[in-house]
């Protein structure tokens, strides 16, 4: 299975932008994807996840209201498109595929990770 994320890069704050990532090597619909984000000497954390039909969606606090997850299964990618922008959004974003089809919080629940994409936002 591989991951490819792009689109992240510098945007100020009160910006946007749109990551997106495409996967390859099984069966995209049958699995919920994610974005988690981590940032200098802190946990990677749970940002967005929608399950394998894009129907149910769940979001961090953090980020609810700002952020948007969605997906194209005929195209086998996830986008997390990212509105007013604030400075503590700055980390490094790692799109991820899930074990099952539902969409959790749980780290533990995805079993492979893209390579990360950089967003900075300045203030």
């Known amino acids: 299975v591989q991951l490819q994320a792009s689109g992240g890069g510098l945007a100020q704050a009160g910006g946007s932008l749109r990551l997106s990532c495409e996967a390859s090597?099984?069966?995209?619909?049958?699995?919920?994807m994610a974005w988690f984000r981590q940032s200098p000497g802190k946990e990677r954390e749970f940002v967005a996840g929608?399950?394998?039909?894009?129907?149910?969606?769940y979001y961090a606090d953090s980020v609810k209201g700002r952020f948007t997850i969605s997906r194209d299964n005929a195209k086998n990618t996830v986008w997390l498109q990212m509105n007013t922008l604030k400075p503590e959004d700055t980390a490094v974003y790692y799109c991820?595929?899930?074990?099952?089809?539902?969409?959790?919080?749980?780290?533990?629940?995805?079993?492979?990770w893209g390579q990360g994409t950089q967003v900075t936002v300045s203030s």
């Open positions: 991820a595929t899930g074990i099952g089809g539902d969409a959790v919080t749980i780290r533990q629940s995805y079993d492979h």
């Open positions: 929608v399950n394998w039909s894009g129907h149910n969606t």
């Open positions: 090597g099984r069966t995209f619909s049958n699995h919920a």
